[in-house]
C-alpha cells in the first residue's frame, strides 16, 4: 500500500489549504484513512478520521470549526480543508490508512500504513 500526500506549503494566517491523500495497493473495499500531524517537538496527533462504508467522519474536538475532511472513494482518495489556518497549525502532516471499518479511529497505533507527510507552515 502507498499513500501520497500533496497540497502542503507555506500560507498566511487565516488563508486556506486542501491536502490530498491517494491510496494505492488497497485491495478491499473496505478500509479506514486518516489525517495525523506532528509539530515540532510535539507528539503526533489525530486531525480526521473516515471509513469507506460510512459517511461519518471522526474529526479532533480541536479542530472541528476549522478542518474538514472528504472522500472520493472511487479514488480512494482523502482531503483535509483547512481554513482559518494559525501559527499552531505548522506541521508535517501525514495520512494513514489501514484494512476493515470498525471504527474512524484518531490513535496512530491502529493505522498500518503511512505516507510520507506534507509540510504545512502558517506564519
Known amino acids: 500500500v502507498q499513500l501520497v500526500e500533496s497540497g502542503g506549503g507555506s500560507v498566511q494566517a487565516g488563508g486556506s489549504l486542501r491536502l490530498s491523500c491517494a491510496a494505492s495497493g488497497l485491495t478491499s473495499s473496505d478500509y479506514c484513512m486518516a489525517w495525523f500531524r506532528q509539530a515540532p517537538g510535539k507528539e503526533r496527533e489525530g486531525v480526521a478520521a473516515?471509513?469507506?462504508?460510512?459517511?461519518?467522519?471522526n474529526t479532533a474536538d480541536s479542530m472541528k470549526d476549522r478542518f474538514a475532511i472528504f472522500a472520493d472513494n472511487a479514488k480512494k482518495t482523502l482531503y483535509l480543508q483547512m481554513n482559518n489556518l494559525k501559527p499552531e497549525d505548522t506541521a508535517i502532516y501525514y495520512c494513514a490508512a489501514r484494512g476493515g471499518v470498525d471504527w474512524a479511529s484518531l490513535s496512530t497505533s491502529v493505522y498500518d500504513y503511512w505516507g510520507q507527510g506534507t509540510q504545512v507552515t502558517v506564519s
Open positions: 473516515k471509513c469507506s462504508d460510512s459517511s461519518f467522519v
